[in-house]
């Protein structure tokens, strides 16, 4: 052999030495898999589903030539919006809310019977859901009363209920279904809003008649206040009038009963008369026509 040919086998045996370690390495590579945090992963080899499902963590060793699929096994919500018709053939705009997560256990279940977390909601979920509103609706007298919240509660327990008995054999688990708004027909609303707005105004207008009302029984009770004051100091106007009365009626009395006293109390006044220089005093006798005047009495001639 040559040394040109012996140089020649061994650059080939170099090659295939590097092919084998690269294939090697990246065997090696292949013999571990992590699983994020709250997720579950199921593996597949050459299209056969492994029945184990792979929990959040490293494990290791796998077999190189699994190929992985990986579902999210934390809580999602579902936004569903939909018209449901009422016994009174009225469309109801209803949006509702759906809270569900993957079931990890089931996880190689979902993947062999429907496919991918998307595929289980198009597939399942939503339809199922739809459904239920339109039969909810069946049982609903009125649009209306969709704003009742008796109505609503019977609602979201019974699409909870239904949903969850679908579901769970696919490998959804049902955790809540809320009703997030309802929106009526236009019309109702506006008929709502109407007959609103007349019962506001028959409240105001009661509230007005309430005050006129306590108005009206202020002001009687003031005048009947103003009445009694009247009265109480008419009452006592007349004793004191009474009073002054019977003691005008008593010195009357004294008097006719003592012409001494009417002499006294002339002859004071004549004195008080007869004190002022400017009096003029009269002497009447009674069987004259014309009395005799007698002026300045204490004046000095």
């Known amino acids: 052999m040559s040394h040109q040919q012996q140089v020649q086998k061994r650059v080939v045996g170099g090659v295939v030495v590097g092919v084998g370690a690269l294939l090697l390495l990246i065997f090696a590579l292949k013999c571990y898999y992590t699983v994020p945090a709250g997720h579950v992963a199921v593996a597949t080899f050459f299209g056969k589903i492994n029945d184990k499902p792979y929990a959040e963590g490293f494990h290791f060793p796998v077999n190189p030539l699994y190929n992985w699929h990986v579902y999210d096994g934390r809580q999602k919500t579902h936004l569903e919006t939909a018209q449901v018709p009422s016994q009174d053939q009225l469309q109801t705009k209803i949006d509702v809310s759906v809270q569900y997560r993957i079931e990890k256990s089931q996880a190689p279940n979902v993947l062999k019977e429907t496919g991918t977390a998307k ?44 949903l969850s008995e679908y579901l769970a054999p696919k490998g959804l688990k049902v955790e809540a279904v809320l009703i997030r708004d309802i929106q009526l027909p236009p019309f109702i609303i506006k008929a709502i809003e109407s007959k609103k707005e007349r019962e506001q105004a028959v409240e105001r207008q009661k509230a007005e008649l309430e005050r006129f009302r306590l108005e009206q029984q202020q002001a009687v009770a003031l005048a009947e206040a103003e009445r009694a004051a009247a009265e109480e100091e008419a009452a006592r106007r007349r004793t004191l009038a009474d009073a002054q009365a019977y003691e005008i009626e008593a010195i009357n009395r004294a008097i006719a009963d003592n012409p001494t006293y009417l002499k006294l109390r002339a002859l004071e006044t004549l004195q008080a008369m007869g004190a002022d220089p400017a009096a003029k005093i009269y002497f009447l006798d009674g069987s004259s026509p014309n009395p005799v005047p007698l002026m300045h009495l204490g004046d000095k001639p």
């Open 119 to 162: 595929d289980v909601i198009a597939i399942h979920l939503v339809p199922k859901l739809r459904s239920l509103l339109r039969e909810q609706g069946k049982t609903i007298k009125r649009a209306e009363d969709f704003f009742l919240e008796e109505t609503q509660e019977q609602l979201q327990a019974a699409l909870g209920l239904g």
